[in-house]
């Protein structure tokens, strides 16, 4: 299982980016997804998952400006009105199989087997 992540870069406060993240390798098999964030000097955190069911989760700080989404081989995040404090490299990750899980489970890093490599997202104010 590959992973590739994509459309980071630099944007203003109060713009808009789309994230990409490539799935290949377990296109017919069910999987979930997450998005992750790291700031630079700060631990990953969790920002949003797309379950193997298609049930989404965010975390609460996140909602409402932050949209997972996917298709059949690419998960998306959609990130609106953007922040300087949203500077952060992102990645996504992924879970083969139909683990029975919530917010809680989804939103650890240990809970996911594959991960990519990672996508900068800058802000300026």
């Known amino acids: 299982v590959q992973l590739q992540a994509s459309g980071g870069g630099l944007v203003q406060a109060g713009g808009s980016l789309r994230l990409s993240c490539a799935v290949a390798?377990?296109?017919?098999?069910?999987?979930?997804t997450g998005w992750f964030r790291q700031a630079p000097g700060k631990e990953r955190e969790f920002v949003a998952a797309c379950t193997w069911s298609d049930r989404k989760y965010y975390e609460d700080s996140m909602k409402g400006r932050f949209t997972i989404s996917r298709d059949r081989s690419t998960v998306y995040l959609q990130v609106n009105s953007l922040k300087p404090e949203d500077t952060a490299v992102y990645y996504c990750?992924?879970?083969?199989?139909?683990?029975?899980?919530?917010?809680?489970?989804?939103?650890?890093?240990?809970?996911?087997?594959?991960w990519g490599q990672g996508t900068l997202v800058t802000v300026s104010s």
């Open positions: 390798g377990c296109t017919f098999n069910p999987y979930s």
């Open positions: 990750a992924a879970v083969q199989g139909r683990p029975v899980g919530d917010l809680a489970y989804y939103s650890r890093t240990n809970n996911y087997d594959y």
